[in-house]
C-alpha cells in the first residue's frame, strides 16, 4: 500500500507572510526520506497555498508518484497536459472552502469530465476522481473512463460511534466494488494518526493521500519522522495483498 503526502500545508505556511519559507520543495525531499511513495501537491484556481513555481520543482525531482489534485476546469487540464504529472486527481473546488468538502458530483460534470480524461489519457497521464464512499458514484467513474478513484474519508474521519462504523462500511464497499470492477481505489481525507488504521485495513486498497495530520505533527518532531510515524501505522495494520 502506498502513502502518498500531501505538501499543500507546507505552502499554507508559507503563504501566511507571502515569504519564501517554509519551502515545500525542502520539504518533499525530507518526505520521501522518511518513506513517502507519492507527493500530491493540489494546485488551486486562487493560488492559496502550493503554486506554479512549485509543481514546477517538484516535477524536475520527483521520481515517486506525482499526484495532481486540480478541478477539472479547462486551465487545469492545459496545466496538466504541459507538466505531466503521474496521476491527475480531479477533485471539486470552490473557493470559500477552507478544504475539499465532499465527493465530485459526477452526474453534472460528466459531459466535461469526459472530455478532459480522454486529453490526459492521450498524454499517457493516469487519472483520478475524488468521490464520495457510494457505489453508484464508482460506477459513474468508470463509466467517465477514470483510472481509479480516492474514496473521501471526511466524513468517517469526523464521525464517532456507530455512525463512524456505519462511513467505514459504506468506504469498505466502496473499495471492494471498485476492484470489482476494474478500478483502483485510493482513500483520504481527515485521516490522522489514530483513525487510519481502520482505513489500512480494508483489502484491496491501493493506497492511503493524507497531508494535514503529517505536517501538524511535522511541525512538533519533523517531517521524516512524521512520515515515517504514518508508515508505520499503515504497514503494521494493512493485510497482505
Known amino acids: 500500500m502506498i502513502l502518498g503526502i500531501n505538501i499543500d500545508h507546507i505552502a499554507t505556511l508559507r503563504q501566511a507572510r507571502l515569504?519564501?519559507?517554509?519551502?515545500?520543495?525542502?520539504?518533499?525531499?525530507?518526505?520521501?526520506?522518511?518513506?513517502?511513495?507519492?507527493?500530491?501537491?493540489?494546485?488551486?484556481?486562487?493560488?492559496?497555498?502550493?503554486?506554479?513555481?512549485?509543481?514546477d520543482m517538484l516535477r524536475e525531482f520527483v521520481t515517486v508518484e506525482l499526484n495532481l489534485e486540480m478541478a477539472g476546469d479547462?486551465?487545469?487540464?492545459?496545466?496538466?497536459?504541459?507538466?505531466?504529472?503521474?496521476?491527475?486527481?480531479?477533485?471539486?473546488?470552490?473557493?470559500?472552502?477552507?478544504?475539499?468538502?465532499?465527493?465530485?458530483?459526477?452526474?453534472?460534470g460528466m459531459s466535461?469530465?469526459?472530455?478532459?480524461?480522454?486529453?490526459?489519457?492521450?498524454?499517457?497521464?493516469?487519472?483520478?476522481?475524488?468521490?464520495?464512499?457510494?457505489?453508484?458514484?464508482?460506477?459513474?467513474s468508470k463509466d467517465i473512463g477514470a483510472d481509479m478513484v480516492e474514496i473521501h474519508t471526511?466524513?468517517?474521519?469526523?464521525?464517532?460511534?456507530?455512525?463512524?462504523?456505519?462511513?467505514l462500511a459504506k468506504i469498505a464497499r466502496s473499495i471492494t466494488h471498485a476492484a470489482e470492477i476494474g478500478l483502483k481505489a485510493n482513500a483520504g481525507h481527515g485521516l490522522n494518526y489514530h483513525n487510519v488504521a481502520r482505513i489500512a485495513e480494508i483489502e484491496s486498497l491501493r493506497g492511503l493521500y493524507i497531508g494535514h495530520?503529517?505536517?501538524?505533527?511535522?511541525?512538533?518532531?519533523?517531517?521524516?519522522?512524521?512520515?515515517r510515524d504514518m508508515k508505520e501505522l499503515i504497514m503494521m495494520a494493512c493485510p497482505v495483498q
Do not use: C, W
Open 213 to 227: 495530520s503529517i505536517i501538524s505533527r511535522a511541525v512538533l518532531v519533523g517531517m521524516e519522522k512524521a512520515v
Open 112 to 140: 466535461a469530465l469526459k472530455k478532459g480524461v480522454r486529453k490526459l489519457k492521450d498524454k499517457g497521464i493516469r487519472t483520478s476522481f475524488f468521490i464520495n464512499p457510494a457505489i453508484e458514484d464508482v460506477d459513474l
Open 74 to 108: 479547462e486551465e487545469m487540464i492545459r496545466i496538466a497536459l504541459k507538466k505531466l504529472p503521474d496521476l491527475v486527481t480531479i477533485v471539486p473546488e470552490k473557493r470559500q472552502e477552507l478544504t475539499t468538502e465532499g465527493g465530485l458530483n459526477l452526474k453534472a
Open 19 to 55: 515569504g519564501s519559507e517554509p519551502d515545500p520543495v525542502m520539504a518533499t525531499t525530507l518526505a520521501l526520506l522518511g518513506g513517502a511513495d507519492g507527493i500530491t501537491l493540489h494546485l488551486r484556481e486562487d493560488r492559496r497555498h502550493v503554486n506554479d513555481r512549485d509543481l
Open 154 to 167: 471526511g466524513t468517517y474521519a469526523n464521525a464517532r460511534g456507530d455512525e463512524q462504523e456505519r462511513e
